[in-house]
């Protein structure tokens, strides 16, 4: 595991990731994890450079969540483009292959879809809402994602 | 074309904000909403300002707002909705053991893509239970739901 210069913890958890784009239509690789969203485990996209966790409807549509808990947005403007959906706290863990998992208490997107659109997206994790609070370092060298919370003390 | 003083029309703050939500427009939107007193807006007036900030894509800004509408206005309960869904990731570690199947689930994937390219899958330990075209085929079919891993195939 990783460890700062005084010997706390980096990172508490570490698992391996894919590396491979995230649409047919793609050819950039991006990194994906596996992530248990309220139970369900998911492969899930990293996206630095987005915000909040968006969950795929595919699988939202099995998670169940009360409309009532959630807020419904007419529009959201996600990486520049505007999707109408539902905000919701969702749990997600990020599970380790070694050190231990990471909980995460997340701002998660759930877009709504128009009857002849289809989704082509796999679900992922931004940085606002989601990734803000975690610690996390990518070796590509052996394709291991590490991660840890910051607001312990390692 | 030349723009005169009669051509001139004075927009109210409100109106700025829809436009530049309506036009995804960030920077306008910010430097429209840093310029509201907010201490005297209401709390439909914040409601509507978080929905319209999450459009113009200043999803800090909704964050920021959704808060201090939330403190003014503690019985509200929408804003109280918009401001624990938007509030900042909380993360904590979670004492479990390491998971070894996330790796053999990511080596059954990597081996069989092409074969399943498309479909959504269910695996467990790097085994496969199950195939089909959409997520809640593969997921109502399965007999146990414990650890599986339901992702499409990319």
Redesign the interface.
């Known amino acids: 595991m990783l460890n700062f210069e005084d010997g706390r913890l980096f990172a508490q958890g570490a698992c391996p990731f894919l590396y491979q784009p995230a649409t047919e239509q793609e050819t950039t690789p991006r990194i994906f994890i596996a992530v248990e969203v309220e139970g369900i485990r998911v492969e899930t996209a990293i996206d630095t450079g987005g915000a909040y966790f968006v969950c795929g409807p595919e699988v939202a549509d099995l998670l169940g969540l009360d409309p009532a808990d959630g807020v419904e947005t007419d529009e959201l403007s996600i990486r520049g483009y505007k999707i109408s959906g539902t905000l919701h706290r969702l749990s997600l863990r990020l599970l380790a292959e070694e050190g231990k998992p990471l909980q995460v208490e997340a701002t998660a997107f759930i877009p709504r879809l128009q009857p002849y659109q289809t989704w082509a997206l796999p679900s992922f994790m931004g940085l606002l809402g989601c990734l803000e609070r975690i610690r996390f370092a990518v070796d590509p060298a052996t394709n291991t994602f590490y991660f840890g919370p910051i607001d312990e003390e390692g | 074309m030349q723009v005169t003083d009669s051509d001139k029309v004075l927009v109210d703050r409100d109106t700025l904000l829809k436009t530049a ?1 309506d036009l ?1 427009d ?1 920077a306008l939107f910010l430097e429209v909403a840093e310029g509201i007193d907010w201490t005297q807006r209401s709390a439909a007036e914040f409601t509507r300002a978080v ?1 319209l900030a ?4 200043a ?2 800004f909704a ?1 920021k707002l959704a808060r201090r509408g939330a403190e003014q206005y503690p019985d509200h309960e ?1 804003l109280q ?2 401001a ?13 053991p ?3 199947s ?2 053999e ?2 080596i059954w ?2 081996e069989h ?1 092409d074969e399943y ?2 479909q ?1 899958v269910a695996l467990r330990d790097g085994d496969l239970l199950g195939a089909a075209p ?3 085929e593969v ?1 109502e079919r399965l007999e146990s ?1 414990e ?6 195939v ?1």
């Open positions: 939500a995804g960030e929905h999450l459009a113009a894509g999803h800090l964050r929408e909705k918009l624990r869904i938007l509030a900042p990731a909380r993360v904590m570690t979670i004492d479990l390491p998971d070894k996330v790796r689930n990511q994937l990597r893509a390219k498309g959504w959409t997520a809640d997921w739901r650890n599986v891993l339901l992702t499409k990319r």
